[in-house]
């Protein structure tokens, strides 16, 4: 059974830095891209960033370039979201997700992990 | 980037009705639209890749089409499990990019 489960989420202050984890198990890890998505409470999802298989290529919403940084480990099955200078406004529930093998079609999602950015 | 627009955005339905919401892109994005349903304090679902294409497990009530700019998802027989919100999601190209979603609930 696929299962992907976020980790480090939390409460941030305006400024600071988080890095999430998505541990992932049941598939083979490393022949699948992976994406992270938010939704801030009441709204829409957000595509945030994506990462080829093995890490060569990343993605990224032009809105959080820079400031956000996906990587993954293979070795580990894990994928991450590194969040530098956080806003108020990067408040969400992120969701790591795998992409289907056609592409950005993203066939199974964890559970999510809530980030609070506030003073 | 691809807007993707929604219609409508709420939705009041009866258990045994069927239901469209539609999906336009800004631009053609050949077939590259999938669908997704999220209920209440869950991640979303994959229902629909490629405009048609049914997400093995996904019952047969939901059904895709469409291509170039304009999309629908239809279900046949509304079931009670299936009051939650939908989107529509562009693969073509990066930025990725969703709609707005549309809140099917129960009339």
């Known amino acids: 059974e696929v299962q992907l489960v976020e980790s480090g989420g939390g409460l941030v202050q305006p400024g600071g830095s988080l890095r999430l984890t998505c541990a992932a198990s049941g598939f083979s890890f490393s022949t699948y891209s992976m994406t992270w998505v938010r939704q801030a409470a009441g709204r829409g999802l957000e595509w945030v960033a994506n990462i080829k298989q093995d890490g060569s290529e990343t993605f990224y919403v032009d809105s959080l370039k820079g400031r956000f940084t996906i990587s993954r480990d293979n070795a580990k099955n894990s994928l991450y979201l590194q969040m530098y200078s956080l806003r108020v406004e990067d408040t969400a529930i992120y969701y790591c997700a795998r992409n289907f093998y056609l592409g950005m079609v993203f066939d199974h999602w964890g559970q999510g992990a809530l980030v609070t950015v506030s003073s | 980037d691809i807007q993707m627009t929604q219609s409508p955005s709420s939705l009041s339905a009866s258990v045994g009705d069927r239901v469209t919401i539609t999906c336009r892109a800004s631009q053609t994005i050949s077939s590259n639209l999938n669908w997704y349903q999220q209920k209440p304090g869950k991640a979303p679902k994959l229902l629909i890749y490629?405009?048609?294409y049914l997400q093995s497990g996904v019952p047969s009530r939901f059904s895709g089409s469409g291509s170039g700019t304009d999309f629908t998802l239809t279900i046949s027989s509304l079931q009670p499990e299936d009051f939650a919100t939908y989107y529509c999601?562009?693969?073509?190209?990066?930025?990725?990019?969703f709609g707005r979603g549309t809140r099917l609930e129960i009339k």
């Open positions: 999601q562009q693969s073509y190209t990066t930025p990725i990019t």
């Open positions: 490629i405009a048609s």
